[in-house]
């Protein structure tokens, strides 16, 4: 057993009654500092974005303002700071690529078509979810029907088969007993205690 897992299990060889809890407390640190370097890789790819475009302006502003009768003293002096324009936009755009490799962040096709028709992505959003409420409210409906069925069968069955109704009804109630202490069986641990599903 290496110190890693040592020190996993609590430092006593894994006989303790505690090591489950410290094991599971570290798989929780990962998941949240994985989840802490993710943003961190979308925030800078972000701000690397927000440089890209801000020298975007910057160039733009620069093109867009130039005389060529009032300024052709200056002419030098403005190639070289197109220059510089260009080739920070050229690194920027490059750190842009190599930060963007860094994130995994999948982006539906169909946003970027919105995008591309100068629409708003938030209507894709707006789509997916009337979308789900319809399928959701068809769902229902079966899931309705489905009830109501089975409970008007019950009910002519009851009149037309009253006992086997009765024994039908006593074999449901005793397998949801039996499944019911089933699940308490299972959440609970060796040391007596509940096992407690953690919220990802």
């Known amino acids: 057993m290496d110190s890693l897992q040592s020190t996993a299990l609590g430092g006593n060889g894994g006989s303790g009654g505690n090591g489950t809890l410290i094991s599971q407390t570290n798989d929780m640190t990962a998941s949240a500092a994985g989840v802490d370097d993710s943003m961190q890789k979308l925030n800078q790819v972000s701000n690397s974005i927000q440089k890209t475009l801000g020298l975007i302006h910057q160039l733009s502003l620069t093109v867009s303002t130039f005389n060529a009768a009032f300024q052709m003293p200056l002419l030098q002096r403005m190639y070289f700071i197109l220059i510089l324009f260009l080739n920070g936009l050229v690194v920027e755009l490059d750190n842009m690529v190599k930060l963007a490799e860094k994130c995994n962040i999948q982006v539906p096709m169909e946003v970027v078509n919105l995008i591309d028709d100068g629409k708003n992505p938030d209507e894709f959003t707006k789509d997916v ?3 789900c409420i319809a ?7 079966k899931t309705d029907a489905l009830k109501s069925l089975r409970k008007h069968l019950l009910e002519e069955l009851e009149q037309n088969f009253p006992d086997e109704v009765e024994t039908f ?3 449901r109630a005793a397998a949801a007993a039996e499944l019911k202490r089933l699940t308490q069986a299972q959440s609970a641990l060796p040391n007596g205690d509940v096992r407690v599903k953690s919220e990802h």
């Open 169 to 171: 009804r006593e074999s």
């Open 135 to 141: 399928k959701n409210q068809i769902t229902k409906g």
């Open 129 to 131: 979810i009337n979308s």
